[in-house]
C-alpha cells in the first residue's frame, strides 16, 4: 500500500528534508584528500545533533553508521571507516537521512575529491544528477510510477558516453516510497521492464525518493563480506544521486532541496508547490 501525506504531514517531511540538504552542505565542504570517510560520518552526526533530528541509516537493518559514503566503484552503502582515505581525483556519493518528527527524508549526491578528474567522470555524474530531475518533473498528477522510470532510463540512454559504449544503470537498486519509514512501497526502478506494468497513479500526497546509479560499464552489482558495501562487478567507478520529492496539489515539491528544486523544475517549465518552511 502506498501511503498517502496530507499537507501538513508533507510540512514535517520537509523539515526533515532540510536537515538532509545541511548534512549534504557540511560533507561537501568536508570530502577533501586526505580526510577519512570516517571524518564526514562524524560531520554528519554533528548536524543531526545541531537540528535535534535523528539518524535513519544508523542502525537500519544492523548498519553501523550515520551515512553511506560510496568511493569509485562503490555504488551504494558504503560504510564510512577510519582506513578509507579520500584521495585528489576520487569521487563519493555520500547517502544520507534524518527523521525529525517520526517523519523521514532521504537524499544523496556525488563529489568530486579535490580537482583534475577525467572528463568522463565529471559527465557521469552530470548524467546521472539530470536523469534524476528528469524522473522528478515526470512526477505529476496523472502519471503514472513507470512514468518517472521511463524519464530517468530515457535521459540516460540519450547521453552520448565519452569513449563510446552505453552507460551501466544499476539494475538491483532503485527509489522507493518514504514517509513514517525511509524504504516504502512502491519500489522505483530507474529504467522500464514491462513486466512490472505501469505501477500506481501519482495523486496528491504521494512522497517518492528517486535516486539513479549509473556506472561507467556494467549494471550489474555484487555485495562484498561486510553484506553492505555494493560494487559492480566489472570494477568501474558509478555515479549516485538521490532526492526525496511530495506531490501536492499545487505541484512537486523537492523535500531535501534547499530551494524546493524550485530552479531545476524551472528549466522542465515546472512550478514547485509553496514552501511550507519558508
Request: proline share 5%.
Amino acid at each position: 500500500m502506498v501511503q498517502i501525506k496530507s499537507p501538513e504531514q508533507i510540512a514535517k517531511m520537509r523539515e526533515a528534508g532540510l536537515v538532509v540538504a545541511a548534512i549534504h552542505r557540511a560533507t561537501r565542504e568536508a570530502a577533501v584528500p586526505g580526510a577519512t570517510t570516517r571524518d564526514l560520518d562524524q560531520v554528519a552526526r554533528k548536524v543531526l545533533e545541531e537540528h535535534g533530528a535523528r539518524s535513519n541509516f544508523l542502525g537500519y537493518g544492523g548498519f553501523p553508521a550515520t551515512i553511506c559514503t560510496s568511493v569509485n566503484e562503490v555504488v551504494v552503502h558504503g560504510i564510512p571507516d577510519e582506513k578509507t582515505v579520500l584521495a585528489d581525483g576520487d569521487i563519493i556519493s555520500i547517502d544520507c537521512g534524518a527523521i525529525v518528527d517520526g517523519w523521514h527524508g532521504d537524499a544523496a549526491y556525488t563529489a568530486f575529491v579535490g580537482s583534475g578528474h577525467a572528463p568522463e567522470l565529471v559527465e557521469l555524474s552530470r548524467v546521472t544528477e539530470e536523469s534524476m530531475w528528469a524522473g522528478i518533473a515526470a512526477m505529476k498528477q496523472g502519471n503514472r510510477l513507470v512514468d518517472i522510470s521511463r524519464a530517468i532510463e530515457t535521459y540516460i540512454r540519450r547521453q552520448p558516453k565519452p569513449g563510446g559504449g552505453k552507460y551501466g544503470i544499476v539494475e538491483d537498486y532503485g527509489g522507493h516510497g518514504i514517509g513514517t519509514e525511509m524504504h516504502m512501497d512502491p519500489h522505483l526502478l530507474n529504467y522500464v521492464e514491462r513486466r512490472r506494468g505501469k505501477g500506481p497513479k501519482l495523486v496528491p500526497g504521494f512522497c517518492l525518493a528517486i535516486e539513479p546509479m549509473v556506472s561507467l560499464g556494467t549494471p550489474k552489482t555484487e555485495v562484498l563480506e561486510d553484506d553492505w558495501t555494493v560494487i559492480t562487478t566489472d570494477g568501474t567507478w558509478s555515479s549516485h544521486w538521490e532526492h526525496s520529492v511530495a506531490l501536492t496539489e499545487q505541484g512537486p515539491l523537492v523535500l531535501t532541496a534547499e530551494d524546493g528544486g524550485k530552479a531545476k523544475l524551472a528549466e522542465f517549465g515546472i512550478a514547485t508547490a509553496p514552501d511550507p518552511a519558508a
